[in-house]
Nanobody, 114 residues
């Protein structure tokens, strides 16, 4: 089992910034992928950003505004979110894949509102 603990969410005004953190109970350098997803009521969970061994993927809606990165020494993945928009409001989930198994964090609320 792998535990993922998220932090850094909250309320921010449009145009503001937040940084989400996800700390894993296992060495993230051994993961096949680490990523962030988000979900709003009535909608499916969608990929926001994913960190692979040699590349990153982003949803079109966040390209140029969000950056995913990892710190192997801290077993932590970050999602830097800049120029936030009201449509970024959602519960954000950390995701990790180890040994062909997926793990999820508990989710953290991000609200963008004036």
């Amino acid at each position: 089992q792998v535990q993922l603990v998220e932090s850094g969410g909250g309320l921010v005004q449009p145009g503001g910034a937040l940084r989400l953190s996800c700390t894993a109970s296992r060495d993230i350098s051994s993961s096949a992928a680490m990523g962030w997803y988000r979900q709003t009521p009535g909608k499916e969970r969608e990929l926001v950003a994913r960190l692979l061994r040699y590349s990153t993927n982003y949803a079109d809606s966040v390209k140029g505004r969000f950056t995913i990165s990892g710190d192997n020494a801290k077993n932590t993945v970050y999602l830097q979110m800049n120029n936030l928009k009201p449509e970024d409001t959602a519960v954000y989930y950390c995701n990790a894949m180890f040994d062909l198994l997926q793990y999820w964090g508990q989710g953290i609320q991000v609200t963008v509102s004036s």
